[in-house]
């Protein structure tokens, strides 16, 4: 396959390769090499691109809805790469290194992001809507206004990652580790938050109707005018938790009584 006078093959160097815009859609290659290859605004939907190296690759706006990018050995990529815009519905990234990527208004719904590492990565606007976030690292992560509705956040580190006015309606956030984690404002309405560390969280203004806190670790989190009504604190530590003009009503407590 030849695309902007480079052969595409398995195992090709593409290096520095200039394949802005091109259209690379169900391109099924193994172990290419695209490190600090120009992708801006390519359409890679469906392209399979296992093992291959994109290491300093410009991706943004470019199209990888299906994609295929899992890594030999789960070992996953390292993409250090400018995903602005980027489409990623429903890509394999397992394992990924996304450590401070850029994902600004990226399309992560439905993707597999099973253990990826997002560590410093912007994530403002994104859609991670459905995702399989499970055991994911979000450490210092921006995630201001992303919609991570019913994804799935089972055990993942969210430690001191801004949350701001994002969506986490339904999202299942079982075991999740949330310390000092700024949810000022965040629709964590019908949220499983079982087991989940909120030592020292910012929820101030934020939405847990009907969240399930079962057990969950709410120390000096501050809950300020937070809308409560309905939710679930069966077991939860409420340790030196800030609970002014916060809303209770018919809330479960910690030791089982319904909050009038």
């Known amino acids: ?53 994109l290491s300093g690759a410009n991706l ?3 199209n990888l809805a299906g994609a295929n990018l899992t890594g030999y050995e789960l070992a996953g990529l390292m993409i250090t790469a400018d995903l602005t815009g980027a489409n990623l519905r429903g890509a394999n990234l397992t394992f990924a290194d996304l450590t401070g990527a850029d994902l600004r208004s990226a399309d992560l719904s439905d993707a597999n992001l099973t253990g990826a590492d997002l560590t410093g990565a912007n994530l403002t606007g994104a859609n991670l809507t ?14 201001t206004g992303a919609n991570l509705s019913s994804a799935n956040l089972t055990g993942a580190d969210l430690t001191g990652a801004n949350l701001e006015d994002t969506n986490l309606s339904s999202a299942n956030l079982t075991l999740a580790d949330l310390t000092g984690a700024n949810l000022t404002g965040a629709n964590l309405s019908s949220a499983n938050l079982t087991g989940a560390d909120l030592t020292g969280a910012n929820l101030e203004n934020s939405d847990l109707e009907g969240a399930y806190l079962f057990r969950a670790n709410l120390t000096s989190a501050n809950l300020l005018s937070a809308w409560l009504r309905k939710a679930n604190l069966t077991d939860a ?14 809330a479960t407590m910690p030791d089982g009584t319904i909050h009038e």
Do not use: C
């Open 60 to 62: 943004a706006s470019a």
């Open 1 to 53: 396959m030849n695309v902007n006078g480079y052969e595409i093959k398995p195992g090709a160097n593409l290096q520095f390769a200039n394949l802005a815009g091109a259209d690379l859609w169900d391109v099924n290659e193994v172990g290419v090499d695209l490190t600090r290859a120009d992708l801006t605004g390519a359409n890679l939907q469906s392209a399979a691109l296992i093992g291959a190296r």
């Open 130 to 143: 459905a995702a399989n976030l499970n055991v994911a690292v979000f450490e210092n992560a921006n995630l």
């Open 237 to 250: 530590d409420l340790t030196d938790v800030f609970l002014l003009d916060a809303d209770l009503t018919d």
